[in-house]
């Protein structure tokens, strides 16, 4: 099965891959190599000129070590980045695949700054994907809800994003994830704004949900990271009642799996509006004050905050 980005409707030109997943070094054709945490990046770029190389190293290993202090490691021992120029300043689309060995195939703009590249979010975003073991095209909401959401979690707790910014994005975009007249549930409905909004709803409910009943001593992070430690990530494939059962397991709830079985044959409509002030989310995050004496401000707080990896 193959993942893509929200922007992986975008067709990108497929190179040939090479099968590295298993392999103690990158493939001889390797432009680059950058070791993150004990794990090695092969990189294939399309222009190799000095500037262009360490703008795209930079962009990389930060990007990598926000995963990685996200999960405790980084989620894939070895894993090929194809990194293609493109016309513009931006990041264009991104995919993410294990068919021959874990790639990661991202489009650069050959005008890109390093100020641009800072404020990425892509490479992050398929990075995390790494980190969950393939759970069918069923359950793509699953991974595609799970990488938007931790994308910004992530990158708050590491300094690289502002905190009332990705508060802003959930407050306006988990809108987008409920169900419409005539949808089913998550399991029944792969549209965009199900598959990635959705997706994040889920981990939002089920990381405020994990929080509440352990006293917001545990998060969907001490979660997520069991599931790579005993599955390995996406380099195998596992059903998705085992993938939550152990993330319940590492916060002795049955948050993840209660949660699933409720919304993955029949449409729910949780109250944003009620979830929003009881976490103290302002209508304009970013122009608007947090409400810290709200009764889930706590949690609010926590979940951004910075960690030890």
Not at 8 to 27: D, E, I, S, Y
Not at 198 to 225: D, F, H, K, P
Request: proline share 5%.
């Amino acid at each position: 099965m193959r993942r893509a980005s929200i922007f992986g409707l975008v067709a990108l030109v497929l190179a040939p891959l090479f099968t590295c997943a298993h392999a103690a070094t990158c493939p001889a054709r390797t432009t680059d190599k950058l070791e993150v945490r004990g794990s090695t990046l092969c990189l294939f770029l399309d222009d190799t000129t000095s500037s262009r190389r360490q703008l795209l190293h930079t962009w990389v290993e930060r990007s990598a070590h926000i995963v990685a202090d996200y999960y405790g490691r980084f989620p894939a021992p070895l894993v090929v980045l194809r990194l293609s120029s493109m016309e513009g300043r931006g990041v264009g689309g991104g995919r993410t695949t294990n068919d021959s060995g874990l790639v990661i195939q991202v489009s650069v703009g050959r005008e890109a700054t390093s100020a641009g590249l800072s404020d990425d979010w892509v490479l992050v975003h398929e990075m995390v994907h790494l980190a969950l073991p393939e759970v069918g095209r069923r359950h793509n909401w699953l991974a595609e809800g799970l990488a938007t959401y931790v994308e910004g979690i992530a990158r708050a707790q590491f300094g690289n994003r502002e905190i009332a910014d990705v508060w802003a994005e959930y407050r306006h975009s988990m809108p987008m994830g409920l169900p419409r007249e005539g949808e089913g549930g998550m399991d029944q409905t792969p549209t965009w704004g199900r598959t990635y909004w959705g997706g994040a709803l889920y981990c939002l409910q089920a990381e405020v949900a994990i929080r509440e009943q352990t006293s917001n001593r545990l998060g969907l992070q001490t979660a997520l990271r069991a599931i790579l430690e005993q599955t390995g990530g996406y380099g195998s494939d596992r059903d998705i009642d085992e993938v939550v059962r152990i993330g319940d397991a590492a916060t002795g709830t049955r948050v993840l799996e209660d949660l699933y079985r409720q919304i993955k044959n029949t449409p729910q409509v949780p109250n944003l509006d009620l979830l929003w002030r009881q976490l103290g989310v302002p209508q304009d995050p970013k122009t608007q004050p947090f409400d810290d004496h709200a009764p889930l401000a706590a949690v609010r707080i926590a979940i951004t905050a910075a960690r030890e990896s």
